[in-house]
């Protein structure tokens, strides 16, 4: 004799299918948050530091932004403005945690808006990822990381205080 089941409590190949694909669904997705949110800690590690650093040094009326740049050394670059309204760009190693604070006014400057339409008037370009502000044996440069016409990640470098092209490279796209 055939056991008779409700149908709602029968368990088909079709439900248990579309339960498993769900559930790796969201663990795709959780992972993913999970990646995402480590990744991003690791990238603003030790801004909490610099930012205290900064602070204790030098009379800050406010930090507007602190990013990485990794050239010959690794430094946090820290946009600030002083307490006489200036504004300011210091450059804090990451290496050498004794190492003097390196401060540039901005209004020393060429503005970046301007280097940057000189260099989209000059060349030719798929799309650019991101600008920079570095630090090269004591000059401010501005590094452009851009895809060139051919594909290649390419990366340009200009002087803040003269606003003339520094230095290029560009990786083959193999």
């Known amino acids: 004799m055939r056991r008779q089941s409700s149908p709602f409590i029968e368990l088909s190949w079709l439900k248990v299918v579309l339960f498993l694909f769900i ?7 959780g992972f993913s948050v999970y990646l995402y949110q480590s990744v991003n800690m ?9 930012r205290e650093r900064v ?26 403005t002083s307490t006489s309204d200036e504004d300011l760009v210091i450059f804090v190693d990451q290496i050498d945690e004794d190492a003097e604070l390196i401060t540039y006014y901005k209004q020393d400057w060429i503005e970046i808006d301007h280097i940057l339409d000189e260099w ?42 003269n606003g003339e092209y520094d230095s290029g490279i560009s990786f083959a796209n193999h």
């Open 55 to 80: 602070e204790q040094q030098l009379e800050i009326a406010s930090i507007d932004d602190i990013s990485r740049y990794h050239g010959a050394r690794y430094f946090h670059v820290v946009e600030a």
């Open 120 to 161: 989209r008037n000059q060349t030719v370009y798929q799309d650019v990822y991101h600008t920079q502000i570095g630090l090269r044996h004591e000059t401010p440069l501005l590094e452009i990381v851009y895809l060139d016409e051919s594909g290649r990640l390419s990366y340009d470098y200009y002087r803040l205080d």
């Open 23 to 29: 559930l790796a669904i969201l663990l795709i997705i």
């Open 42 to 50: 690791e990238r603003t590690k030790g801004f909490s530091d610099t």
